[in-house]
């Protein structure tokens, strides 16, 4: 992205074995439009902290740019859920959206928010629709084998890709 055309915002992003905290360029898109441009399939993360996933309070590594494979990447955690993108981009439309309260498993993280869906929740295209990565907005992310890493944020983005399964929450209330 060329100066001047976006705005930074600072992010933290997990894989399976790190955590990188650092900052991201964004256009009028927002974060979900630059993980699900199906044009590029890294992102570059500048002023980038690096922790191991078993250590995150211990930083590993500090470097000043370092690229990351999109497809790698389990979840990022947004501070501001107005970064996460415009209501077309980051919802998949103008239509009446409710939201949904869901866990979402991947292999290293457990998460829960609430995912906002047009008319009746179908969990099966929740699950397959749309691009890479959607919101879940209210959130909280629990590392699985890390007991010291848990993080509540107003919006995850998740990468369908690595999720092992999803449920919705509604039915236990």
């Given at each position: 992205?060329?100066?001047?055309?976006?705005?930074?915002?600072?992010?933290?992003?997990?894989?399976?074995?790190?955590?990188?905290?650092?900052?991201?360029?964004?256009?009028?898109?927002?974060?979900?439009?630059?993980?699900?441009d199906p044009n590029t399939s890294s992102i570059e993360v500048s002023e980038a902290s690096m922790a191991r996933l078993h250590e995150p309070k211990k930083i590993a590594d500090r470097t000043?740019?370092?690229?990351?494979?999109?497809?790698?990447?389990?979840?990022?955690?947004?501070?501001?859920?107005?970064?996460?993108?415009?209501?077309?981009?980051?919802?998949?439309?103008?239509?009446?959206?409710?939201?949904?309260?869901?866990?979402?498993?991947?292999?290293?993280?457990?998460?829960?928010?609430?995912m906002e869906w047009a008319g009746r929740f179908d969990l099966s295209s929740a699950v397959v629709e749309g691009g890479d990565f959607f919101p879940l907005f209210n959130a909280t992310l629990r590392a699985i084998n890390v007991a010291d890493l848990f993080m509540k944020s107003p919006a995850l983005l998740v990468n369908r890709v690595r999720i092992d399964f999803m449920r919705t929450l509604e039915e236990e209330e």
């Open positions: 992205m060329l100066p001047g055309t976006g705005r930074s915002i600072v992010l933290n992003f997990f894989t399976p074995s790190y955590r990188i905290l650092g900052r991201v360029f964004v256009g009028s898109s927002g974060m979900l439009g630059v993980m699900n000043q740019s370092v690229r990351l494979v999109k497809r790698g990447i389990d979840v990022i955690g947004v501070g501001r859920e107005f970064d996460v993108g415009p209501t077309s981009v980051a919802r998949g439309g103008y239509g009446r959206l409710t939201r949904y309260h869901v866990r979402v498993v991947t292999a290293s993280f457990e998460m829960e928010g609430e």
